[in-house]
């Protein structure tokens, strides 16, 4: 059974850090590319960033760019997304989410995604 763990969120001041986790089992992650994506009250789901199975790529929605990091360690099948110069914006249930087909590169389209977490709260306030 696939499962995929988050946790890291909080409350945070503007302007603070924090780092979310997203732990993967039940399938060979290694091979597939992983996403984030968040959701604020009253707000479609959007894309966060992306990261390719092999962690040479990445991507970022503009509003992150310069200020997250999305990342992997393989060996510990586990996704990080740093969150640098947090803004009351950025406030949302941010999730991860395995792309349902392995060895592609990074996609921005949330049904490219088959498996999602549970998801955790990031409150950034002003």
């Known amino acids: 059974q696939v499962q995929l763990v988050e946790s890291g969120g909080g409350l945070v001041q503007a302007g603070g850090s924090l780092r979310l986790s997203c732990a993967a089992s039940?399938?060979?992650?290694?091979?597939?590319?992983m996403g984030w994506f968040r959701q604020a009250p009253g707000k479609e789901r959007e894309f966060v960033a992306g990261?390719?199975?092999?962690?040479?790529?990445?991507s970022y929605a503009d509003s992150v760019k310069g200020r997250f990091t999305i990342s992997r360690d393989k060996a510990k099948n586990t996704v990080y997304l740093q969150m640098n110069s947090l803004k009351p914006e950025d406030t949302a249930v941010y999730s991860c989410?395995?792309?349902?087909?392995?060895?592609?590169?990074?996609?921005?389209?949330?049904?490219?995604?088959?498996?999602w977490g549970q998801g955790t709260q990031v409150t950034v306030s002003s």
């Open positions: 989410a395995t792309n349902r087909n392995p060895r592609v590169g990074v996609t921005t389209a949330s049904h490219a995604y088959d498996y």
């Open positions: 990261i390719s199975w092999s962690g040479g790529r990445t």
């Open positions: 039940g399938r060979t992650f290694s091979e597939y590319s």
